[in-house]
């Protein structure tokens, strides 16, 4: 059962969002603040967030922030309605935006597309020959255990969870290193560098290896 973090502070919206994706299957738990919620955050694993903007002791941008080195998905639900506030939140990293006041149907479809993105509901990944046991951290290619670091790793499920999404170096950068100091520009390429030959499919070009890795069929 996927489970859900609800952060809005008007407890109202919050119970109606809460009972109806209970209904719906989703084990579902609430914050009514940035504070409470990173807290949450900190002692429990999340597979979903839907964050409002303006909260009380944190808002939901400097929220974001913090949640995006997790590789947690977020869906903003907020009354903030410009373009620019969308576009502001989606470059933040937010995976959607939902402007309030908006049908539950609309919340429950945009909110099953994540988790299918993201392939939360899967506990045994497979990308070609290399397959991923997410709840014991092992990969395998035919069978044999390969062994790759805490950020080999992330890299290689942030690639199989973002299937057919073209993954630019400074994207991949930030979910996978978040605000730590980059130094080389070079980060990402030396750690997909490293993870390419661990999985030998170190003889193909980057643009390839992306293509393979996430299944995108556009063009980078």
Not at 60 to 65: A, M, N, T, V
Not at 109 to 135: G, Q, W
């Amino acid at each position: 059962m996927n489970k859900i973090l609800i952060v809005e502070d008007d407890a109202a919206i919050s119970n109606l969002i809460r009972i109806n994706l209970n209904d719906a299957g989703y084990r579902c738990i609430c914050a009514y603040d940035g504070l409470q919620a990173s807290d949450l955050i900190e002692k429990e694993r999340f597979d979903l967030i839907l964050l409002d903007i303006m909260l009380p002791k944190m808002d939901g941008y400097e929220l974001l922030e913090y949640i995006k080195t997790m590789e947690i998905p977020v869906i903003f639900l907020t009354a903030k309605s410009t373009v620019e506030d969308i576009v502001k939140g989606l470059r933040l990293g937010a995976e959607d935006y939902l402007t309030k006041p908006f049908e539950i149907i609309e919340l429950l479809a945009r909110v099953e597309t994540v988790l299918r993105r993201y392939n939360k509901n899967a506990k045994y990944l497979n990308l070609h020959d290399i397959s991923i046991d997410t709840l014991s951290r092992i990969v395998k290619k035919n069978e044999e255990i390969i062994n790759l670091t805490n950020k080999e790793y992330e890299l290689l499920l942030l690639f199989v969870r973002n299937k057919n999404i073209a993954l630019f170096r400074d994207r991949i950068y930030e979910r996978i290193w978040g605000d730590e100091d980059m130094g080389d520009s070079r980060t990402v390429d030396l750690h997909v560098q490293r993870l390419r030959k661990k999985i030998k499919w170190e003889k193909i070009s980057w643009l390839l290896f992306i293509k393979l890795a996430t299944g995108w069929k556009g063009s980078i």
